[in-house]
T-cell receptor
Framework: QQQVKQSPQSLIVQKGGIPIINCAYE??????FPWYQQFPGKGPALLIAIRPDVSEKKEGRFTISFNKSAKQFSLHIMDSQPGDSATYFC??????????FGTGTRLKVLA | GAGVSQTPSNKVTEKGKYVELRCDPI?????LYWYRQSLGQGPEFLIY????????DSGLPNDRFFAVRPEGSVSTLKIQRTERGDSAVYLCASSPSPLSPIADTQYFGPGTRLTVL
């Protein structure tokens, strides 16, 4: 119930491609779904977040799609760049509370 | 400072020793979280403070782990009798007051990499 399942584990795309990372959850009490980007040796940095009352949110080149009935959400990175190469984590929380993180997706964008 | 800071950035210790890891949250943030991140994994929750009190310590793996936040700002994670399995990156995060419109957002520090030999 507390798990957040993330896929794929790793992803390689060409520059300009649109990598898509998917997450699924079970706990319907979750009401906040952030995505974090992490570079080696650094802490996770917030990219974008969504709440269940909207189906899509865009910030710059990053888009979250949210499907409440399927209990799934995904991150799309438009016009991906080599500098986007990092590990991406989805997470979920209920209220102002602890995050449950996915297992991460290692993205490599080829120049 | 502008962000969450953690010290030390790296800590190497021997099995059985005691270690303390420090977290300075963003000024004014009332909530503070500790997570542990093993290699190739997502962060796992350890403990959550709202103000000075531990609101949820259900993620602490055993009684060798303890954390304090005596004045509602800086927090220290304490690990007694360290074991090799404690080796990981320990991350601290903070978030604003529950009354803030961005209370759900956690801001992470760079982490402390703990290595137990």
């Amino acid at each position: 119930q507390q798990q957040v399942k993330q896929s794929p584990q790793s992803l390689i795309v060409q520059k300009g491609g649109i990598p898509i990372i998917n997450c699924a959850y079970e706990n319907t009490a979750f009401d906040y779904f952030p995505w974090y980007q992490q570079f080696p040796g650094k802490g996770p940095a917030l990219l974008i977040a969504i709440r269940p009352d909207v189906s899509e949110k865009k910030e710059g080149r990053f888009t979250i799609s949210f499907n409440k009935s399927a209990k799934q959400f995904s991150l799309h990175i438009m016009d991906s760049q080599p500098g986007d190469s990092a590990t991406y984590f989805c997470a979920a929380s209920s209220g102002t509370y602890k995050y449950i993180f996915g297992t991460g997706t290692r993205l490599k964008v080829l120049a | 400072g502008a962000g969450v800071s953690q010290t030390p950035s790296n800590k190497v210790t021997e099995k059985g020793k005691y270690v303390e890891l420090r977290c300075d949250p963003i000024s004014g943030h009332t909530a503070l979280y500790w997570y542990r991140q093993s290699l190739g994994q997502g962060p796992e929750f350890l403990i959550y403070f709202q103000g000075t009190g531990a609101a949820d310590d259900s993620g602490l793996p055993n009684d060798r782990f303890f954390a304090v936040r005596p004045e509602g700002s800086v927090s220290t994670l304490k690990i007694q009798r360290t074991e090799r399995g404690d080796s990981a990156v320990y991350l601290c995060a903070s978030s604003p007051s529950p009354l803030s419109p961005i209370a759900d957002t956690q801001y992470f520090g760079p982490g402390t990499r703990l290595t137990v030999l």
